[in-house]
């Protein structure tokens, strides 16, 4: 079913191998945003058209995680570098009603959405009448409803797949071809009643077997509402999509698209006044990458000193000692200890010489689980 042309790409920022390989996807209807939206976040270049279609090669670009956290100990160390960490995120082609069975551009996109982690489902609030919407008026609902079951019916297809090959080979009597014609069956039924499958609670069993299929349901989502400038929350069409997500457990984040990617090329000093004078804490875009961060279960820790101070992304519950593997292999290898104490303790105390007063300043061994807001140094010999 995915076979075929080899899914293409068009690297906006070269700089992938810097991420985790943890990426999110902005998928939805043709034309309600998602390269605009892209552009906002990596901060440039893929093309933005008025017409449906306009991405067709998916656009795989780079954004820099916001953290306020960074700026603070740059200035308390004095550092002359800051390097902030990244997710990759890639504009995938607009979606279309039938795409499950090869329609608009079909089954490939459907294989680039299999690739990512997190499902960022663009949907257009904007009213603009200049811009053309596929379905002819803005109804986020029904929107929502097409995408979805698109996804719904490609993992369908999977299933009804696994269900004839298992029940081909059910003769030989395997109980575990049991549990896994059980799983297949409540699978389908879940999705036939148009249910998510993120977030619902398997055996471990299940959730290796789960793991194979590679179903698009089992991907955690956000909903984006790609809202004007003046649509706030109480706005009906806004009000919509959050009712939809309330019904599916899926979050909604706002954000002013069109805007957001005008200012991604403003200075970082023009941006942060623009927001002020809208009387904005952190833009749409901020809260965005912070639920994707969130819902990949990424936790941040940094090392800082004069040279350089530095976001690291890692899992939950990773270890010292692999954490001190993201920074260098040598560092993991011959990993003696590492030095820690925390952001917010740092915050108490006004600065490292009062937190080692405190007593607050830790030794931990290769085992201690790195926690977020962690300010580390490894201790190592190789
Ligand atoms: N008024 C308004 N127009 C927007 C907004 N976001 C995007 N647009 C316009 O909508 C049109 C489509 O935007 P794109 O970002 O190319 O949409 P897309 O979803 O990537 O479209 P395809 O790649 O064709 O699927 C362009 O004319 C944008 O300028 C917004 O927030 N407000
Ligand atoms: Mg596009």
């Known amino acids: 079913m995915f076979g075929g042309r080899r899914p293409s790409y068009h690297v906006v920022k070269g700089e992938k191998e810097e991420t985790m390989g943890l990426s999110c996807g902005l998928i939805g209807l043709p034309n309600v945003g998602k390269t605009s939206v892209f552009n906002a976040l990596v901060g440039a270049g893929g093309v933005v058209a008025n017409y449906p279609f306009s991405t067709v090669e998916t656009n795989i670009g780079v954004a820099v995680v916001p953290d306020v956290r960074l700026s603070t100990l740059t200035k308390i160390f004095h550092s002359q570098k800051v390097t902030p960490s990244t997710l990759e995120v890639r504009d995938i082609a607009g979606l279309v009603q039938g795409a499950s069975h090869g329609e608009g551009l079909g089954n490939q996109f459907l294989a680039q959405i299999r690739e990512v982690d997190v499902l960022l489902h663009l949907v257009r609030c904007f009213p603009d009448s200049n811009v053309m919407h596929v379905a002819g008026d803005v109804n986020p609902a029904r ?58 609670a398997f055996s471990v069993e299940e959730q290796s077997l789960l793991k194979d299929y590679q179903l698009l349901a089992t991907k955690p989502v956000l909903f984006v509402a790609n809202v004007s ?119 108490a105390c006004g600065s490292p010489a009062a937190v080692r007063e405190k007593g607050l300043f830790r030794l931990e061994g290769r085992e201690y689980i790195v926690q977020d807001g962690d300010i580390m140094y490894f201790r190592f010999n190789v």
């Open 143 to 200: 929107d929502i409803e097409v995408i979805e079951s698109e996804l719904l019916l490609a993992d369908l297809a999977t299933l009804e797949r696994r269900r004839e090959r298992i029940e081909k080979r059910a003769k030989t009597g395997d109980a575990k071809l049991r549990v896994e014609h059980d799983l297949v069956r409540r699978l389908e039924e879940l999705l036939n009643e148009g249910q998510w499958l993120y977030g619902k």
């Open 229 to 347: 400038e003046e649509m706030k929350e109480d706005d009906p069409l806004v009000q919509s999509v959050m009712e939809v997500g309330r019904q599916k457990g899926i979050r909604t984040i706002l954000l002013a698209g069109q805007t957001e990617a005008e200012l991604a090329t403003l200075s970082e000093a023009d941006r942060a006044e623009f927001f002020q004078a809208l009387g904005l804490k952190e833009s749409g875009l901020q809260k965005l990458i912070a639920a994707a961060n969130e819902m990949l279960g990424l936790i941040t820790f940094f090392t800082a000193g004069e040279e350089e101070s530095r976001a690291w992304t890692i899992q939950k519950q990773t270890i010292a000692q692999e954490a001190a593997g993201k920074i260098h292999s040598d560092m993991q290898r011959g990993f003696i200890r590492a030095e820690v104490f925390s952001y917010a303790d740092l915050m």
